[in-house]
């Protein structure tokens, strides 16, 4: 299991995040399976994207290597890892990262991902083509922030409300979904903003979409002079 921690989880603080992860272990161990929480970081974006399309783009980018966030690929790879020492395919993490690794770097895990697309009735040229098959909002503009300086913080959860604004998720049930819409290039914390550098780019259906998505990101990203201690993406463990 992955217990997000922080300000874009459910779990605020690391103590609660930790609370909750070893009640959700003890259950499903109490069932009869066993079962490991990771405790991962969520006080920033995890990725370069937020939206629905923009985030199967950017696991598809992952998968094939054309680029892997470091914060994404640390807990992509702790529980692959995991995956694989419960499955009982490897001893302990050590033994098991060689093939996580292997699986990304061969292409396998790329290639596994395109055939359960075409088993699910999608694409058979999704993985080479992804863009053309991925909706696209028709205003895509970048966001600076109000002076240049540093990220020193973010309120992860608002940043998420900005991609709602936005109609990538649901505010009511009744909600249609867009999938286009979201950010791309989210600045991390402890990154340099600046006229060359924005915050994020906007993907909208229109013009007051883009403005109010604008307003919202400027008031949920803090940026100061500093960088902030870096957060590891991956917190503990819990069995």
């Known amino acids: 299991m992955d217990v997000k921690v922080g300000s874009g989880a459910f779990a605020g603080s690391l ?3 930790q609370a909750l992860a070893e009640s959700l272990v003890t259950v499903a161990g109490d069932a009869g399976l066993r079962t490991v929480a990771w405790l991962t970081d969520m006080n920033q974006v995890l990725g370069h994207d937020v939206g629905n399309a923009l985030e199967v783009h950017e696991a598809v980018d992952f998968l094939v290597g054309r680029r892997r966030e470091a914060r994404l690929h640390a807990v992509t790879s702790a529980l692959a890892r995991e995956m694989l020492v419960l499955g009982g395919r490897a001893a302990d993490h050590a033994e098991a990262a060689g093939p996580v690794e ?3 770097e061969s292409g396998a895990a790329a290639e596994r991902f395109a055939r ?10 999704f993985m080479e083509r992804p863009a053309e098959h991925l909706a696209a909002a028709p205003v895509v503009r970048a966001v600076a922030p109000e002076r240049a300086g540093v990220v020193a913080g973010m309120d992860c959860r608002a940043v998420g409300l900005v991609v709602t604004g936005l109609g990538g998720n649901r505010a009511k049930e009744s909600d249609v979904i867009d999938p286009a819409v979201g950010l791309s290039e989210v600045a991390p914390v402890g990154a340099d903003v600046g006229p060359e550098r924005p915050l994020a780019i906007v993907h909208a259906r229109d013009e007051a ?3 109010a998505a604008q307003r919202a990101l400027r008031a949920a990203v803090r940026v100061g002079d500093e960088a ?9 463990r819990i069995e």
């Open 209 to 211: 979409g883009f403005e």
């Open 15 to 17: 103590e609660s995040a």
């Open 102 to 104: 292997r699986a990304l």
């Open 116 to 125: 359960m697309i075409a088993e699910l009735g999608g694409p058979a040229d």
């Open 228 to 236: 902030p201690e870096e957060r590891p993406a991956v917190a503990g």
